[in-house]
């Protein structure tokens, strides 16, 4: 029947303008991230935001991470095992988009640890993301918990409470939320790698787009 | 088919179908592809228009022109929440009547905006041309 051809093909157009859109628009993203990164006051590079790896490696991770989200806790392993593996060659930093009620205290929490040094930030990192269930629930977070996990960190809780409101947290931190617009930052964890947004968003994309970013950095 | 009488209601809600078809692939796009997370009204102009495309596709194999009668409450009701929804924008309802308060949309008001053309407004415009088609397919019948 003519009809039935009429309609199918109709459907194949339409699903096939939506994912040609689909690759122009990521396309157009990446383009505008690019062209943000090249500017002089990049959002892309603070070196006040938390560094893990060497600061001689080629290749950059940016991860724009809310304390209270669970697919950035899930993501977490897999980017500690990225940096592991490629040790001297990939520099990880930290951003705070605190998009959850609740997670904007707990990064502060988390910058006033990284006052004391970064093994008790890691540490702290590790034990917030753990306790997530815990503090982070949607309808009724109560972010003051985070204190009773972060005993066994070494952290100084006194001084933490007290430089938690911190004017260079807090610049910090403001100065991640501008940048979180800037870049257009809608979901978490949003990642780039070398000034491009991560293309396929699962824990294997990122790892093969990081192995290929390597690749061309430390090709000889 | 070849009969004029069967074809025009045929034709009539091919184009209903394309304009739901379009709908809502055009609304995935905003929100899956653009990532604009979309506020309570947009879901209940969803909830109507989503099932169209279905009914629509029932409808036309083979030709049932009764679904008319299924497909017209469904498109005046999302006609209502669109309205609704423009007069919100446009500033005609107060801002504190505005239900959209669930966590991120509400920052995002201002995004939907593409010149002079927003979301609810292209809504408004899907859910009209349906109402005018299908009344068209029921005109067409009672001659």
């Known amino acids: 029947m003519k009809k039935v051809f009429i309609v199918i093909g109709a459907t194949l157009i339409m699903v096939g303008l939506f994912v040609f859109g689909m690759n122009w628009y990521k396309e157009q993203a990446a383009n505008a ?87 008790i930030y890691l540490k702290s990192l590790e034990a917030v993301l753990a306790a997530q269930p815990l503090w982070a629930d949607h309808r009724r977070p109560q972010p003051e918990l985070v204190w009773t996990v972060l005993d066994n960190t070494g ?54 787009q990081v192995a290929s970013e390597v690749r061309a950095a430390y090709k000889q | 088919m070849t009969d004029a009488t069967t074809s025009r209601p045929w034709n009539l809600l091919f184009a209903c179908w394309l304009i739901a078809m379009a709908a809502t692939l055009g609304s995935l796009f905003f929100s899956e592809v653009m990532q604009r997370t979309p506020c309570v009204l947009c879901w209940y102009q969803r909830i109507a228009m989503y099932p169209l495309a279905a009914i629509f596709t029932v409808g036309l194999f083979p030709l049932d022109v009764r679904c008319v009668r299924y497909a017209l409450p469904i498109a005046v009701a999302g006609w209502l929440l669109a309205l609704y929804h423009c007069l919100l924008y446009l500033g005609f309802i107060p801002e504190n009547l505005q239900p959209c308060t669930q966590g991120l949309s509400c920052a995002d008001v201002k995004i939907e905006v593409y010149g002079f053309v927003t979301i609810p407004l292209l809504s408004l415009a899907g859910f009209t041309s349906l109402i005018a088609l299908l009344l068209a397919v029921q005109k067409g019948l009672k001659k």
């Open chain 1, 33 to 119: 991230v690019r062209q943000i990164a090249a500017s002089n006051d990049s959002p892309l590079h603070r070196p006040d935001a938390p560094m893990i790896g060497t600061l001689m490696a080629k290749v950059e991770i940016v991860e724009f991470f809310d304390p209270a989200c669970e697919a950035c806790r899930e993501f977490h392993p897999h980017i500690q095992s990225i940096l592991e593996r490629y040790k001297s060659q990939v520099l990880l930093s930290l951003r705070y988009a605190t998009f959850h009620q609740g997670s904007d205290y707990v990064a502060q929490v988390l910058e006033a640890a990284r006052l004391q040094g970064m093994g």
């Open chain 1, 155 to 208: 952290l100084d809780v006194e001084r933490a409470r007290r430089e938690m409101n911190d004017p260079r947290v807090l610049s910090r931190l403001k100065q991640d939320a501008a940048d979180m617009v800037k870049l257009n930052v809608r979901q978490t964890p949003a990642l780039f790698i070398n000034d491009q947004p991560l293309q396929d968003f699962s824990p294997e994309g990122l790892a093969a």
